[in-house]
C-alpha cells in the first residue's frame, strides 16, 4: 500500500469490510442450519435466503439517500450496532416467523452498511487511489466469504449455531467500534444543492453513457453467474461425480480467484481502462467456465474456475472503481446502492430461472449456457466500448481540469488583484510610494 492506504482509517475500513462479510457469511449459514434443524423443510430454507436477500433490492434507494444525505460514518456506526443487536437476538429466537422478520432486518442494515463503506473508502484514500483501494475493500470481502462458512460450520458442529450467531454479533460490535474510531467525516453537500430523491442514483447512471453500459455488462454477467451457482451443484455431483468434497472445493477455488484479481491484477487498473478490463475479464471468465463445463473433468473444471474466479475479482474492482470515477461524491451512495440492488434483483431473477432451466436439462449444460452467455455479454460490452467517442470515454475529472487549464490561460490578469483566489492578496501599484519604513524584526 502507499500513501493514504497506509492510514489508520483505511485499515480500520478494511478491518469492517472483512468482518463484515464474515460475518454475513457466518449468519447465513448458521441460520440455515438453524432452520433446517427446526424445520427440516427446504421451503423454509429457501424462504430464509429470500428474507436476507429481499431487502437489499426493496431498500436499495432508501438506503442510497440515507448514506447521501446524513454523516456517512454515523450511518455506518448506527447500521453495525443494529445488525449487532439483531445476530444477538437471532442467536435467541427459535420460531420460524421470528427468525424470518430478524433475517429481513438484518438485510435491510446491510443495505445501508455497505454502501457507506465503498463510498467512505474514495473519501479516506483520495480519488486517485481509489481503484486501488476497492481492491484491497474487495480483497478483504472475499477473504471474509472464505472463513465465513468454515467457521459457521466448525462452531455449529462443535457447540452449535446459536453460539455461532452470537459470535456473528460480535463481529459487528468490533465493527461497530471500529467505524466509530474513524476520523474521516463524508458531510451531505452542504450547499443543499444534491437531489434528495433516491431516483437520483439511477438518473446519474442513465445521463452516463460509460456507467449505463457497466451496468447493463454487470446485469447480464450477475443473470449468468447465478445460473452458474444453482448449477454448480448439481455439475459436481452428477457430471463430475465429486459429490459434496467437490461442490465445496469448486467454491472454494473461484472464491480464492476472487481474491488473485482484485489483489493482483485489478487494483493496478488505470482509471480508463476499467470498463474495457470488466468486458475482457467477462469473455475470460464465461469462456474458462463454458471450457469446466464442456470437460466434465475435475482438474480441468478446478483450473478453470480459478480462472473465472480471477476474472470474476477483476470486474467487481473495475465497477465500483467505476461508479467512484464517473460519479460525484454527493451522489455515491444511491449509485452504489442502485448497483447493489441492480445486483441483488438480478440475482434472485436469475436464481428462479435458473432452477427451471436444471430441471429440464441438467447442470451440466446450464453451466455451459450460463459461461457461453456471460462471454457474449462481455464481447458486446467490449463493442459498446469501442463504439463510444473520446469524448464519452474521458474521464470526467481529467477533462474538468483541462478546461480549468485552458480557461486560466485565457483570462486576462487583475493588476489589483493577480491571484483570483485571495481576494484578501492585492498589489500596490507601482507608482505609489511606500508610507511606511521597512522596520527590521
Not at 452498511?113 to 473508502?121: F, K, Q
Not at 434528495?196 to 451496468?215: H, I, K, P, Y
Not at 473444471?301 to 470486474?315: D, P, S
Request: hydrophobic content about 55%; some cysteine.
Amino acid at each position: 500500500m502507499g500513501g493514504s492506504l497506509r492510514g489508520r482509517d483505511f485499515r480500520l475500513l478494511v478491518l469492517s469490510t472483512g468482518l463484515s462479510s464474515l460475518g454475513d457469511e457466518l449468519a447465513l449459514i448458521a441460520l440455515a442450519i438453524k432452520v433446517a434443524d427446526l424445520t427440516d423443510s427446504g421451503w423454509a430454507v429457501a424462504a430464509l435466503l429470500l428474507a436476507g436477500l429481499l431487502p437489499l433490492v426493496i431498500f436499495a434507494p432508501a438506503a442510497g439517500v440515507i448514506v447521501d444525505n446524513f454523516e456517512t460514518r454515523r450511518s455506518l456506526v448506527i447500521a453495525s450496532a443494529l445488525q449487532a443487536g439483531i445476530a444477538g437476538w437471532l442467536a435467541f429466537t427459535t420460531g420460524l416467523p421470528g427468525i424470518l422478520m430478524l433475517a429481513f432486518l438484518l438485510g435491510a442494515c446491510t443495505a445501508v452498511a455497505t454502501p457507506a463503506i465503498y463510498t467512505l473508502a474514495p473519501v479516506i484514500v483520495g480519488e486517485e487511489h481509489a481503484t486501488e483501494g476497492n481492491a484491497y475493500l474487495e480483497t478483504a470481502r472475499y477473504v471474509g466469504m472464505i472463513g465465513g462458512p468454515v467457521l459457521a460450520g466448525t462452531i455449529s458442529a462443535g457447540a452449535s449455531s446459536k453460539v455461532a450467531l452470537l459470535v456473528d454479533a460480535g463481529t459487528f460490535v468490533v465493527i461497530t467500534l471500529a467505524a466509530a474510531a474513524l476520523t474521516v467525516r463524508r458531510q451531505p453537500d452542504a450547499e443543499g444543492e444534491s437531489d434528495g430523491e433516491a431516483r437520483a442514483g439511477f438518473s446519474v447512471v442513465t445521463r452516463d453513457r460509460m456507467l449505463l453500459v457497466g451496468f447493463g455488462l454487470i446485469a447480464a454477467i450477475v443473470l449468468f453467474a447465478a445460473m452458474d451457482n444453482v448449477a454448480e451443484v448439481f455439475f459436481a455431483r452428477d457430471t463430475l461425480d465429486a459429490g459434496a468434497w467437490g461442490y465445496g472445493l469448486l467454491a472454494s477455488v473461484w472464491l480464492v480467484g476472487m481474491a488473485i484479481g482484485a489483489s493482483l491484477i485489478a487494483r493496478r487498473l488505470g482509471k480508463g481502462r476499467l470498463l474495457s478490463a470488466m468486458a475482457i475479464a467477462a469473455v475470460v471468465g464465461g469462456a474458462a467456465v463454458a471450457i469446466a463445463g464442456a470437460s466434465g473433468v475435475l482438474a480441468v473444471a478446478l483450473v478453470m474456475f480459478l480462472v473465472g474466479g480471477v476474472a470474476n475479482g477483476v470486474i467487481t474492482v473495475s465497477m465500483r472503481s467505476l461508479i467512484v470515477h464517473r460519479t460525484e461524491d454527493r451522489y455515491r451512495g444511491r449509485v452504489f446502492a442502485a448497483y447493489g440492488g441492480l445486483m441483488n434483483g438480478t440475482q434472485l431473477i436469475a436464481i428462479g430461472a435458473a432452477g427451471g432451466l436444471v430441471a429440464g436439462l441438467d447442470g451440466q449444460t446450464v453451466l455451459i449456457i450460463g459461461g457461453i452467455g456471460t462471454a457474449v455479454a462481455g464481447i458486446a460490452g467490449l463493442l459498446a466500448y469501442a463504439a463510444m467517442p473520446s469524448s464519452v470515454k474521458a474521464m470526467p475529472g481529467d477533462e474538468d481540469q483541462l478546461d480549468e487549464v485552458v480557461e486560466t490561460e485565457a483570462e486576462p490578469i487583475d493588476a489589483m488583484h493577480p491571484f483570483p483566489d485571495r481576494p484578501d492578496v492585492m498589489r500596490l501599484p507601482e507608482s505609489e510610494p511606500m508610507t511606511q519604513p521597512i522596520v527590521d524584526r
